[in-house]
């Protein structure tokens, strides 16, 4: 006890002076300094761009053996008279030794009085979170080394700020629950679980309403709404999705908010689940802090999305929830447990259905239901046990596989559509144009679903015969006019890792024609067979960027609600949403200062909790519950990484969102375990 209390007591005086150092810093940093721009590199593309030059055409005519003359084509820049706008990368430099962009500080120029300094920069602009990076346009050629007398104050970086503050709300608990026990203000159960139940319906008044209605501005977002109206149903984006937007619409209205809605509640309904399961095994008031998990970037600001990958998660995450729920709080109640047994099965079907390649992530979850059921009969004979568990797994595994199949049949009623092979490219081209909008396509194409992973195809396609130099395997009608091998080399070194670009009409440098190709995945099958080496090298390539990325789907800014035009017509709803500076403060703060979590994090711990689990399994010879719960959903996991990793056209964190809603299952699951068989009690505590 003495050790205890002399332990709080330097951590409170360590505190304590973490807090005057941040106000310190906070003082020293507005201080406005001076610094210079240096390092002055014209960008190619954006000075091509704002003087209304063809990009691709005009790059062309200064490739040599495969390479941009970088030299010549900045000749032809700064000699043109007809360039009158130049865009130069820079980086700010600092004649303080001390107080500069560093760890700990960010920094930001005053852009203003940069403008009003230098007439000839008409737009200058620095990279976010306060790096050192930034763009600006000017209206001549910039030949100095240097430009001088640039104001600049530092200010904190957030993360700093977000460890620091958490770590003194921290102390403030840690010393708060000395005086007040939380289990002396809750007097029963029933009151923990109502005050659990109320946090929980707080949390999500306040987050629907700061995110109200929700960000469906991707175009992915607008076919699929348009197509619930008009029942022009496809199965480019899984079906499903139109169909229950449709049966909402003839309910309630036609409102844009629907998907955010149903994210918001699976997240608080999964997560205040959780917290009453670990409340009622544990009888710990304290694990209302579990709500904080809503204000992780990756969870708060994610879900606000209405993208189908962001809908299917939180379906999942209601089910594993429910399932956790089901482990931790043994319900007497038939029709209890019925219901509940309901939801999870629905949340799982309708997470199946709502994304093409979900099938991969539900199927260990399904394993795991199994499982319980075969744990429920209780077989004598152990090989018995196993039979049951591996017939009932193939059977549920042909079932999943049918009802992906048959699902479109059921909502798509026309014949002709589902496998669209005879577009005459020369009428498309001449009517709309050789690039073709993403949503004018989606109206022509969007239904003949079988063609959506020739991006994955080509891409991949493209890795084998280009590294080979072998095109032998390619038909020659996939190509556009004017396009042959050589532009697919070309391509494909400069774009490797998004295979959109090589087959889908708006992006003008395409390859491949964007629709039917024939016998494109006998293709694919053919150039990995005989190219291994080449595709693993491609796969290897393209595990190494998903893992290693940092971009998350997070708006980065509190979004201003408006309604596109062709929705409107469609008589969706108008909310005249005015921008709002209390919401615009809350969701940027809550930007700037909640913790983000990255690919390589994420995957981290979805792999080292499958190995361990699998080990723990093996070793202890042990079939607990919330042990085999944690090896199947981290195998739901690492499976899901697997299937992006091989099967996807571009690099995009929406694709691994379903580790994330996992993981926090995940670590509360397993902690909950290993506390249950006394490590925590023996090393920790």
Known sequence: MKNKNIFLKIYIVFVIILAISIIVLYVLGKKERIGYLSDFEINVDKTLEINGLDLEKTKKLFIIEDKLDETSINNFLFTNISITNYSYNFRIKYYNKVFRNSDIYGVYPNINQILENNNYIKKIEMNENGGPFGNLISSKVIDAEKIDNIAYVLKLKPMLLTYSIFIIFLTIYIKIRNIFNLKKIFHTDRDVIITIILIGFILFLFHFWLGFPGYFYNPDNIVILKQSILKDYSNWHPVIIAVILNLLYKIFGQHTFYLTLINLICLYSGLSLIIIALYLKYKNPQVLLLFCIAFISDMFFTTLTQLKDITCSMFIWLSISLIFFMILVPIKNIILNIIIRLIILVSLLLALLWRHNAIVTIYPIILFLIFLLVCKFNLKSKLKNVFLFISISFIVAILMVFIVKINPYIWIKSNNGYYYKDINYDDLYSKYGYVIDYEIWMDINDRFARNAPNNIFAMQIAACAAANNDDSLIPSDWYEKGKDFEDLKKLYNSTSLFGDVFVFSHFP????????????????????????????????????????????????????????KNLEELNFKNYNIEPNSVKISIYNFLHTFSIRLYNLFNIFISILIFFTSLFLIIKLRSFNKLLMYSFFVSFSSFATIIIVIIFTSLNDSRFLFPIVVMNFSLLVSFISYIYDIGLIKKYFI
């Not at 491949?512 to 491609?538: A, D, M, Q």
């Not at 390539?541 to 990325?549: D, G, R, T």
């Open 509 to 564: 440098q395409r390859i491949f024609k964007p629709g039917y190709l024939e016998n494109i995945n006998k293709v694919w099958i053919k150039y990995i067979l005989k190219y291994p080496k080449s595709y693993i090298s491609h796969i290897l390539k393209f595990a190494n960027s998903v893992i290693l990325s940092k971009n998350v789907w997070i708006i980065g800014s509190y979004h201003t609600y408006y309604i596109p």
